[in-house]
C-alpha cells in the first residue's frame, strides 16, 4: 500500500504552524486553490473550550488509574462558495495515558502539552483560507499539525516530545468540528458527503494508485445499521462481585458485574489486563467468565462475547502467547468467547518486529490500536500478522474513514474502540462505528464512568442512552452533521 506523493501546498502547510498563510483575502475577493465543487468551504473561524469531569469509579487500563477527563470542544464556522456560513462541533477526550505515555512527564505536564498544542492547532486551523471539502482540508493541515507539536514540545523544553499518537488525539476534536459543519452547511449527515458527488478526489489521492476510481462510500455505509451491542467494560479495578465492592458508590447505578449485565442486558464485554502478571490475568477473565456464564444463565441467555485489552503492556508476544494458550486450555469454551484481543504488545511496530503476531492471530484476532498513527502503520501490522486495527474517531475522523477504507479492501478485521466519549462525544463516534461493516459492537463506559455528563442527552437519543436490551439504537444517528 504505497500513497501518492500529497500536492505541493503541504510546504505551505507546514509554514501555517509557524503562523504563516499561504492564501489570500482581498477585497472580499477569494483565492481558490484546487477547488472543483461548488460544495466546498472554507474555515472562516474556529474556537475552542474544555471541560473538566470526575469520574463516578476509577477505572485502570495501562498500569495507570484514571479518575478524571478534560472534553475539548472545538467549535468551526465555514462559509460555502455559495457563501452560505454554518457552525460545527467535535468534541472529544484529551486522553494523556493512552496517547501520551511518559515516565519522565507527569499528568499534569502531559494534559498541559496537549491543551498548548490544541491552541497551536486552533491558530494553524483557523489561518487556513483554502476552500475543499473535509477530508482534503483536514488531510493537508496534518503536517501543520505535527509541526505545532514539535514546535510546542521545544518551547515547552518537554523531556518526551509530543508524539504523533497524541498529535492525532488533540487534534481530532477540530477534525470532527469540520466534518461537522460542512454536513451541516449541505443539510446532510457526514457520511453521505463521502462519494464522487462531494469529494474533490478519490481515494488514490490519499492511498495510493490502486485505489483509483474508489471513495470512501464503496467501504463505508452512508446510513448506519439500525441497533449495534453496547460493549460494557470491566477495568481492571472493577468489583467483579459484592465481596469486592469494599467502597460502594450507592448512588442508583450498577457497582457489580452481574447488576450491570441485568440492568443493560449486556453481551458484550471488554475486559482490561494488566500484561505484567501472567497469573493475575489469566484468573481475572477465568473470574469474569465464571460470574458472567452464572448471570447469563439467569437470564436465559446462551451467547455472548468478550474482548481482551492489555494496552501494549505484555512484555513480549512470549508471553501473550502463553496467555492465550494456557486461557484455551482452562477456559477451552469462555476462550471461544473472545472474539478479539487488542494491543498486547509494544506499541512501536517498527522497533519491535520480533513481536510479530502470526502465531497468534491464528488463535484469536489480534488488533492495533496505540500502534495505528497513519495508514503506513496498518501495512505494517498486515505484514506482522496482525488481524487488523481499531476504528474510533477519537484519532481523527478523516485518517478513521481511510483506515477502514484500506482495511476493508485489504479484507483485514476491524473493531471499534471508546475513549470513555460521553454524550456529544459518543454520538459523533458511534455514528462512525455504526457504518463500518465489521464492527460487532460499539464500546459506551462514560454511562459507567461519567453518567452525569451523558444526562443531557438521554432525551434526544433514548436509544442510545437507555440501553436495557443490550443494544444502542445507532439509527438514530442520521441528523445533519455528525448527528449530534
Known sequence: MRRTTRRTFIQGAAALAAGLSSARRSSGIELLVGSAKKSDVRIERVSSSYE???????????????????????????????????????????????????????????????????????????????????MDLCWDLAPAYLAAAAAVSRRLELADPIPRLCTRVTAAAFDAALHDAYGKAHGVHCFHTYGPEFMNHDLSHYLGAEYRGEYPNRYIRTDPADR????????????????????????????TLP??????????????????????????????????????????????AYILDFNEKCPNVDYYLTFLRRLEEEMPRG??????????????????????????????????????????????????????????????????????CAAAKRKLFVAGGDMSCPGAALIQTAALQARVSGITSVEANARQFLPSANEPWKERFPGMFGTTDGFLRTGELTRPGLGA
Open 335 to 404: 476462550f471461544q468467547r473472545i472474539e478479539y484481543v487488542e494491543q498486547p504488545t509494544a506499541r512501536d511496530l517498527a522497533a519491535h518486529p520480533e513481536n510479530a503476531m502470526h502465531e497468534a492471530a491464528k488463535l484469536r484476532p489480534v488488533v492495533i490500536d496505540e500502534s495505528l498513527v497513519d495508514v503506513d502503520s496498518l501495512e505494517l501490522a498486515a505484514k506482522q500478522g496482525w488481524s487488523g486495527a481499531v476504528v474510533k474517531s477519537p484519532k481523527g475522523l478523516t485518517l478513521m474513514i481511510l483506515i477502514a
Open 52 to 134: 473538566e469531569h470526575i469520574f463516578r469509579a476509577p477505572l485502570k487500563f495501562a498500569l495507570s488509574v484514571v479518575n478524571r477527563q478534560t472534553m475539548l470542544t472545538v467549535e468551526c464556522k465555514v462559509r460555502t462558495l455559495a457563501g452560505k456560513l454554518a457552525t460545527g462541533f467535535g468534541t472529544l477526550p484529551l486522553n494523556y495515558v493512552f496517547s501520551y505515555p511518559s515516565r519522565a512527564l507527569s499528568e499534569e505536564a502531559r494534559l498541559g502539552a496537549m491543551k498548548a498544542l490544541a491552541e497551536e492547532i486552533a491558530r494553524v486551523c483557523g489561518s487556513h483560507q483554502e476552500y475543499g471539502h473535509p
Open 228 to 255: 449495534m451491542p453496547l460493549c460494557h467494560l470491566v477495568s481492571a479495578v472493577d468489583p467483579i462481585e459484592e465481596a469486592d465492592n469494599t467502597r460502594p458508590i450507592r448512588d442508583g447505578l450498577p457497582e
Open 259 to 304: 447488576q450491570w449485565i441485568d440492568f443493560n442486558g449486556l453481551a458484550y464485554f471488554k475486559i482490561k489486563l494488566n500484561g505484567n502478571d501472567l497469573k493475575w490475568d489469566l484468573e481475572r477473565v477465568q473470574r469474569i467468565d465464571r460470574v458472567t456464564t452464572e448471570a447469563q444463565r439467569k437470564r436465559e441467555r446462551k451467547d455472548w
